[in-house]
């Protein structure tokens, strides 16, 4: 029919509906185009996703297909077979409505994959070409009496014919670049709505600010480079694979989703550049048990063409970047899964970043990945945040030094700055466990009022009863569908399970996961665990603690445990038990705790300071008699008594409490067990110890003291620590603390010292002695040696001189000597007929006398062979002579020490020795690297010499080391905190110092640091 004939038809009809629309002007046109009424569907299905969620399903009005057979293909599963036969899609609309309709008919187009689309009200006509890459292409939009004028365009673009070979032209399901085109449209969707609900983002939306107002910073080395606060997008240039670590909080998944966001974007721009897949570490072994398995699961849903084989060939060629979230949440064969990274990770091309929390990363993955941390928020960044918020200045002041170091989180941020903005006073509660407990209550209201949803259904508590018997219920084991909806229907009828379900998942709390709800963050997990026991009788709190203290994965919840709990009594139960058994444990609870501030104004009754009094003496007995019962004799007041068998003394203590400081003085004694003195006295109060310094006018300033100890008294500045009853555990603790201490440095745990100590300390004092050249030793001193002399010769010599206390140089410096020490020593090894020489290191091997003028380096009297058993020896005795240690003297400790607890260990070190003799340089030094192996497996130390490369070495021997962690985690050897590597100058393995001595006590003291806190 003649286009001007046709439109004249159409405008003596008076159209008022969308129907008379679709028959009187749509139909007609497209006939007029070539299209047939056999190729015409109305009404047809529409199919979408929002991420995995499935959309409700829409109608086109009309769609033409390049088939007859639509009827056949109206179901879900048949929408690939229909975005291989669209052809065009009409939008309709009634006369009186806007043409204002192109997202309806856009989004008819990108699921139906037609190429072109139109948009009539009756009045007027739009025609859009899709754009995969940009904005689509309006073709043509003008009044309907106006298309006779515009028709040549319409048959150019729009013609049956043109719009077929269109499509046969660009047949994107059979060209494989294009076939991961709904992945990718999902996928930016999907992204979309994860980024706008992201708490990370409310620290920009909330205040109005412009998107990701504080940007993600990176530190670390990537492709051997060291940078510094680099933009996230740093991470894209990556040659190698990545590993990722973040504090809990910091950010990590916020990470990664922002660089999937980064890579859909240059896709959409590039085909060619890689597709993001993104898999949680959490589900490993669980629902995938491979990485291309994992892949697949991603992609098929939206990929149902997609094969195992054809994913497996796009990794290996690159087509990915996989990202990986969580790796401290993998619940099951860890190392498996550090063993596929680690194959793919040696593939060319593969590209692969891994995110992790730091404290859970243990450098499995650093023979093949690069290591970079989340920067945490700058102080200005915290600040100017917090002014925006509050309107004040000095937050990081306002809010103290334990919370300003939590801020630097974005996540800890906004909750700290919401819950000062809600408080009535503007102040924080005294625990991380009310901070928490004030911000999910306003997420669980605030946030969903802010959603216009309603809070009617279901009370606080009842909110808190489903969250907390949920978090018990999937710790470290994942979301379950089953499971929430179960505990919804505890407390509602299954008529109002889908509204339960709506409000708590839109709380913030909770995120939707492909196999259940799952809490938006595992402190919040770890939280309403803690929240659930907390509501529980005495017993069953009591069953939690036993069955758990030891488990590390229920260490945060164990800290909120501590800060929910507000009676006495039952905090106490949780106190007493951890301070007996778990020392670390109750170590941070008893900073985290609940603090009840008992201060009166004027003074503090003589009941409540004889309470605390009890309540220091209890706590130091019990930590001293549970953890360091073989030492007490070392400790005050024991090691002033001869006979000090706890059935022959009581412990009392005297002490006085000051409201006005606040602060406790006090002390230790030993009362004899049928004495009728009081073992609780209260004294008078002796005042705030001070110290004097001399100021540059000559006026001396006095300085008060907020910790001092001497070996009868002992003062605690109570402002170092919240008032309360508990705070006495503290000022015990604090005590505990300080003599270990003093026990430590003063080498007065001689008696636990394996020989090899014990003959290096004897073996130095002796070649000290023979080269003191200007003081008058005795001749029969000099040239002693273990190496040289038998025992006995040495003990007449010591013996004779055993009064000898030290030597003074001409220079007034007094040399010590404790004869009686090495007299010990030497006795005990007499005794146990030790052979001297299997507890010295190897001496050298070459004489002076044979080494070149131009040779004088410090190794030059070694050989190389000799060298390196000398190294070898010094690593075998540092393990011997430390574990030895423990177990002598901290017995009921060692599986809390860090070194100890993931041995035995087998140390490798290369010797690398530099010789320029152009320049008259030269350098030494050792590389040391260990790996724990399994009870009974050789840990003697692998020793190497090097004179090329030191990385050489060091990749010859990580495949053997990531063998031994895989076994070491089968053993459940705890790696919290676990590093490797390190390098010390080859002169300190070959003088005379007490190096041996000096590396076992520093690894004890940073052991027990790490379980009792800073000495």
């Excluded at 056949?72 to 806007?98: F, G, N, Y």
């Excluded at 107002?213 to 051997?224: H, M």
């Excluded at 290996?316 to 064969?333: A, P, W």
Aim: proline fraction near 4%; charged fraction near 25%.
């Amino acid at each position: 029919m003649d286009i001007e004939v046709l439109i004249k038809e159409i405008q003596k009809h008076h159209i008022v509906s969308e129907t008379e629309v679709r028959t009187k002007v749509a139909i007609p046109i497209f006939q007029a185009l070539g299209y047939s009424d056999y190729n015409r569907a109305e009404e047809f299905p529409i199919y979408g996703y929002d991420g995995r969620k499935q959309l409700n399903t829409k109608f086109a009005d009309l769609l033409y297909f390049n088939s007859s057979e639509y009827n056949k293909h109206r179901s879900r599963e048949e929408r690939h077979w229909v975005k291989d036969h669209s052809l065009l899609i009409v939008e309709l609309k009634k006369p009186t409505e806007s043409m204002e309709a192109q997202g309806q008919a856009e989004f008819y187009s990108m699921w139906a994959r037609a190429p072109f689309y139109v948009i009539t009200n009756g009045n007027e006509f739009a025609a859009y070409l899709v754009e995969s890459n940009f904005n689509d292409t309006l073709i043509l939009q003008c009044r309907v009496e106006e298309l006779p004028k515009y028709w040549h365009v319409m048959n150019q673009w729009l013609n049956r014919e043109v719009v077929e070979k269109y499509c046969e032209k660009h047949q994107r399901i059979l060209d494989h670049e294009w076939i991961y085109e709904d992945y990718i449209n999902v996928s930016i969707i999907g992204l979309g709505a994860q980024l706008q609900d992201a708490l990370a983002r409310t620290l920009s939306n909330n205040q109005n600010r412009t998107s990701f107002a504080f940007p993600i910073k990176l530190s670390g080395k990537i492709d051997g480079e060291s940078f510094w606060s680099e933009p996230y997008t740093r991470l894209l240039q990556a040659q190698n694979p990545v590993v990722v670590l973040a504090e809990p909080g910091g950010g990590k998944t916020y990470l990664l989703q922002m660089i999937a966001r980064e890579l859909l974007n240059s896709h959409v721009v590039k085909s060619s550049s890689p597709i993001p897949v993104f898999l949680s570490a959490k589900y490993w072994n669980r629902s995938f048990k491979s990485i291309i398995e994992g892949i697949y699961n991603e992609l098929y849903p939206l990929l149902p063409t997609i094969t195992i084989s054809a994913v497996a060939e796009d990794f290996r060629k690159g087509s990915y970047i996989l990202l990986v979230d969580g790796l401290d949440e993998v619940m099951d064969s860890a190392d498996t899964l550090y063993q596929e990274l680690l194959k793919y990770a040696q593939i060319p091309g593969i590209h692969i970043i891994v995110t992790c929390r730091i404290h859970r990363y243990h450098e499995e993955l650093r023979e093949r990945f690069s290591t970079c941390t989340l920067d945490p928020l700058t102080n200005d960044q915290v600040e100017n945040y917090a002014k925006d918020v509050l309107g004040e200045n000095r937050f990081l002041y306002r809010v103290g030094s334990s919370i300003a170091n939590l801020v630097q989180n974005p996540l800890f941020l906004y909750m700290t700055v919401q819950v000062m903005k809600h408080s009535p006073n503007g102040e924080l509660p005294n625990n991380r466990a009310e901070l928490y407990s004030i911000y999910t209550r306003f997420l669980l209201s605030e946030w969903n009022k802010s959603k216009a949803l309603s809070d009617n259904l279901l009370g606080q508590a009842t909110k808190e009863k489903i969250l907390s018997g949920y978090a018990v219920r999937t710790f470290r084991k994942g979301g379950d569908h089953h499971i929430f909806n179960e505990i919804i229907c505890t407390y509602f009828s299954l008529d109002r399970l889908e509204d339960v379900n709506e409000y708590l998942l839109n709380s913030g709390i909770l995120r939707l996961d492909r196999y259940g709800p799952e809490f938006y963050h595992p402190s919040f997990h770890e939280y309403y665990v803690a929240l659930y026991y907390a509501n529980q009788p005495e017993e069953e709190i009591m069953e939690f603690i036993q069955n758990h203290h030891n488990n590390r994965s229920y260490k945060e919840s164990f800290v909120f445990l501590a800060g929910i709990l507000r009676e006495e009594d039952r905090q106490s139960l949780l106190l007493d038990y951890l301070e007996e058994n778990n020392l670390y444990l109750f170590r941070l609870c008893l900073q985290g705790r609940f603090k009840r501030d008992e201060q009166i104004e004027c003074y503090w009754p003589r009941d409540y300071v004889m309470k605390y009094l009890e309540q220091v003496k209890t706590s130091y007995y019990r930590i001293i008699k549970s953890h360091f019962s073989l030492l007490m004799d070392a400790f005050n007041p024991w090691k002033v008594t001869e006979n000090s068998e706890d059935s022959a003394y009581n412990l009392a203590i005297e002490g006085s409490m000051d409201p006005t400081i606040p602060a406790v003085y006090y002390h230790f004694f030993l009362l004899p067990s049928d004495s009728e003195q009081p073992i609780i006295q209260v004294s008078t109060f002796r005042g705030s110890p001070r110290i004097g310094f001399p100021s540059k006018d000559g006026v001396t300033e006095i300085v008060p003291i907020s910790l001092a100890f001497n070996d009868e008294y002992m003062f605690y500045d109570l402002r170092q620590s919240a008032l309360g009853i508990d705070s006495a555990r503290e000022v015990a603790l604090a005590a505990v603390k300080r003599q270990l201490n003093k026990i430590i440095k003063g080498r007065m745990i001689f008696w636990g010292e394996d020989h090899a100590l014990g003959c290096e300390y004897v073996e130095n004092v002796l070649n000290n002695l023979s080269s003191m050249k200007l003081l008058p030793i005795p001749k029969d001193m000099v040239g002693l040696s273990l190496y040289t002399h038998k025992i006995e010769e040495i003990i007449t010599v010591l013996q004779k001189y055993s009064n000898i206390r030290g030597f003074q140089y001409p220079s007034g410096v007094i040399k010590e000597i404790n004869v009686p020490l090495m007299l010990f020593y030497l006795f005990r090894m007499k005794e146990q007929r030790v052979n001297i020489q299997d507890c010295l290191l190897p001496p050298p091997n070459i004489s002076w006398e044979d080494i070149p003028d131009n040779e004088c380096y410090v190794w030059s009297i070694w050989s190389d062979e000799q060298l390196c058993i000398r190294v070898g020896k010094f690593y075998d005795y540092f393990q011997q002579s430390y574990r030895q240690l423990v177990e002598s003297c901290f017995p009921n400790l060692k599986h809390q020490l860090y070194f100890y607890q993931v041995g035995p260990v087998r140390f490798h070190a290369t010797v690398y020795l530099k010789r320029d003799n152009e320049d008259g340089n030269a350098g030494g030094y050792v590389n040391l690297t260990w790996e724990p192996v399994p009870v009974g497996e050789d840990n003697t130390t692998y020793v190497q010499f090097n004179n090329k490369e030191l990385q050489e070495s060091y990749e010859a021997h990580t495949e053997e080391f990531q063998r031994i962690r895989r076994q070491l985690r089968e053993l459940g050897r705890d790696f919290d905190l676990i590093t490797t590597g390190g390098g010390t100058l080859i002169g300190s393995y070959l003088g005379t110092e007490d190096l041996l001595y000096k590396e076992v006590y520093e690894q004890l003291v940073k052991d027990l640091e790490n379980l009792l806190g800073n000495f």
